[in-house]
């Protein structure tokens, strides 16, 4: 485990921001709401707010895996994959690895309380880059991935494949609706106004040209 310095986390973070802002990353999604009966103390000790910049990798020159080398010790093979491509110029690789395993504890701290909690963080991105993290430096967490990668967040989606879904919250402002390629509604709910722990679900029908959602923080196969 390699722990950064302070100032090393200050650099990093705005490396990241300045590279992920000069590629147009977009900002605009709808912000998610963590699940309202989450016995989960996370995801994972920081406010709930995906923050797209910090996901991304520098559009800028960035070391060459030759040169990812920590200062003492070595990266592991599967280290030396998740740094690839992810280190900017000057910056000490291990600095940008305690971004990886952080994500890794943050997701592994949320699931141990709650799963959904852990799922849902990973499809709204509450944990920044946490499936690169899960698939090099933490694979005892793919199962939450995977999970994850068969979800959506809440908010306007095209195209969605239909069947039944389960939202991962129980927050009783939860409201949904699919529609036709013609705008028209095809499906809405929930049908009865919900009650507190109330567990939510959505059929969307085959046709479903756009599915929005609001108050039900992600989605997955119910």
């Given amino acids: ?81 998740y740094l690839s491509g992810r280190v900017p110029e000057k910056m000490d690789p291990a600095a940008v690895l305690q971004t990886g395993q952080e994500a890794c504890q943050r997701v592994a701290r949320t699931a ?29 967490q793919k199962p939450v991935l995977a999970a994850a990668e068969k979800g959506f967040a809440e908010g306007s ?14 927050a009783t402002n939860c409201t949904w609706e699919a529609k036709g390629k013609d705008g028209g509604v095809l499906a809405s709910g929930p049908e009865a106004p919900l009650k507190a722990g109330d ?4 059929t969307i029908p085959a046709g479903t040209a756009e599915f929005n959602s609001s108050g039900c923080y992600a989605w997955i196969p119910a």
């Fill in 1 to 81: 485990m390699y722990r950064r310095s302070a100032a090393a986390a200050v650099l990093l973070t705005a490396a990241l921001t300045l590279t992920a802002c000069s590629s147009g990353g977009d900002d605009s999604g709808v912000k998610a709401k963590p699940p309202a009966s989450s016995a989960a103390p996370d995801p994972a000790d920081t406010p709930a707010t995906a923050d797209p910049a910090a996901d991304a990798k520098p559009t800028g020159p960035v070391l060459p895996d030759a040169k990812l080398t920590p200062k003492t010790g070595s990266f592991t093979d599967q280290e030396k994959k």
């Fill in 112 to 140: 141990k309380h709650d799963k959904d909690a852990a799922t849902g963080a990973v499809i709204t991105g509450e944990i920044p880059g946490a499936k690169d993290a899960i698939t090099h430096l933490c694979p005892d």
């Fill in 157 to 170: 989606g095209k195209s969605p494949a239909a069947g039944g879904y389960r939202a991962l919250t129980q």
């Fill in 199 to 202: 567990k939510i679900t959505a």
